[in-house]
């Protein structure tokens, strides 16, 4: 099992990637904390994947808010005692809403919840691993958003903050054998665009035009299995890197 014993920390597991990630990390026998608002999906997952070599424990939080990024922290430690990787995954679509339209509301929910919320959960993860003194490891999932301009702008600029917080921290910690990598998947096949706000029509058209040359969408399986290499000590040479999952659309 290549996550034997490791204690991690899933966000946004109660749905699409986050969810799929509980699923591959509890066959590989990880310790997972899975966190998300909806408790009663998390409960329903720890209980389907009980009979897996790992372990699961649902957590009933909101990711925009620091209290609760920090305890859910707290709740890995305390369960597990310790904390070996943290993924930064939960996050939300914005309206695919361009700059001389978009709501105070919209530029405030996508940073809290996709860049703010995501670095208290760092600080506090990176606080446990100095003290545990033998390393760590952050994996956020930030998009191609941040440099293909695949949703809004409040969106796209969110994903761009946890993408460079993500390099900046992998450098800060280097030394100290910190990870922090991040994945930015292109199109992928989950709830999002169930939960989307309405779509914007000026922004949604502008955006539209690169879908006309997407190759097939991925699957969370398929994001899982590089979360899995990143979490995993077949992917310790590598820090402070952004791996595009896309299928090649950014590369057209
Ligand atoms: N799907 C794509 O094409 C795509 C592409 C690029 C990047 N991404 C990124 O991939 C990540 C996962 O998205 P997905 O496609 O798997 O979406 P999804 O199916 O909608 O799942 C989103 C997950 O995040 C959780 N979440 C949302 N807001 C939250 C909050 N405030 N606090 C705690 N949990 C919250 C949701 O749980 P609750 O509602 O239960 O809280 C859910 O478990 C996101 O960061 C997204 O931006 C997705």
New binding site residues.
């Given amino acids: 099992m290549r996550l034997e014993g490791k204690v991690v920390i899933v ?10 990630i509980v699923e591959r990390f509890a066959a590989e026998g990880a310790k997972i904390v899975a ?5 009663e ?2 409960d329903a997952l720890a209980e389907r994947l009980k009979d897996e070599p790992g372990e699961v424990l649902a957590f009933a ?5 620091r209290e ?1 990024n920090e305890a859910m922290i707290d709740f890995a430690v305390e369960k597990f005692g310790r904390l070996d990787v943290l993924i ?6 914005d309206d695919n809403t361009a700059v001389g339209d978009v709501s105070d509301e919209m530029i405030a929910r996508q940073m ?3 860049a703010i ?1 995501p670095m208290y959960a760092m600080r506090k993860a990176v606080q446990v691993f100095l003290e545990q003194g033998d390393g760590g490891n952050i994996i956020n ?5 941040a440099f293909h301009n ?1 949703a809004g702008v409040a ?1 796209c600029a969110a ?1 761009a903050a946890i993408t460079a917080a993500t390099k900046n921290t992998a450098f800060m910690y280097m030394e100290e054998e910190i990870r922090c990598n991040g ?13 989307m706000p309405k779509a914007n029509e000026f922004g949604f058209a502008r955006t539209s035009s690169l879908l006309t040359h997407s190759p097939e ?2 699957m ?1 399986e398929d ?1 899982a299995n590089v979360v899995l290499f990143l979490a995993s000590d077949e992917s310790s040479f590598i820090n402070g890197v952004i791996l595009t999952c896309d299928g090649g659309w950014t590369n057209l």
């Fill in positions: 966000t946004g597991a109660s749905a699409g990637m986050g969810q799929a966190v998300a608002r909806r408790k999906r998390l939080g909101d990711c925009g808010k609760d930064n995954n939960a996050g939300i679509m809290q919840v996709n919320g999932t930030c998009s191609v958003g695949t969106y994903k994945i930015a998947p292109g199109g992928v096949v989950t709830d999002i665009p169930l939960v969408l991925g969370p994001i």
